[in-house]
């Protein structure tokens, strides 16, 4: 069994789909749009001939319960000091930095567009997706 996907409404959808290009680094893998689909699939940027190893596929859609969050593993302590300055500036702020030690690390909260909550963490002991393509 492997996990392959979830799925979030965005009641802000091109604002969202921008945040998790830009701030998040993903990668728009499918946009069914085009074709008649209502998903635009998002997830680090699978090697040539292969299929993602995992996406978030987000549609248009009221944001009922926001997800309490979800998190990006960042290289160096800089990218969070620059995530927070940047979501301090834009009011998207809600919790950090914090160097929480051990298994939790360095991080920072941020709310996007459509209201949920993205943590970036440096520090945590985990390896991350995506990770095995830069291996």
């Not at 074709?35 to 190893?53: A, C, D, F, Y």
């Not at 978030?56 to 620059?82: N, S």
């Not at 920072?108 to 830069?134: D, I, K, N």
Request: net charge negative; glycine share 12%.
């Amino acid at each position: 069994m492997r996990w392959t996907h979830f799925t979030l409404p965005l009641s802000n959808f091109q604002d969202s789909i921008a945040f998790f290009t830009e701030q998040c680094q993903l990668d728009v893998v499918r946009d069914r749009r085009p074709e008649g689909g209502k998903t635009v699939w998002l997830g680090p940027k699978p090697s040539e001939g292969t299929h993602p190893e995992f996406v978030l596929v987000a549609f248009e859609g009221e944001v009922r319960e926001p997800l309490d969050h979800f998190g990006f593993q960042c290289d160096t302590r800089t990218e969070i000091d620059d995530i927070a300055a940047r979501a301090r500036a834009s009011g998207s702020l809600v919790e950090g930095p914090t160097d929480a030690g051990g298994s939790v690390g360095y991080f920072v909260v941020v709310r996007e567009p459509s209201g949920h909550h993205v943590e970036f963490t440096y520090g945590q002991p985990l390896l991350g997706l995506g990770a095995s393509a830069l291996a």
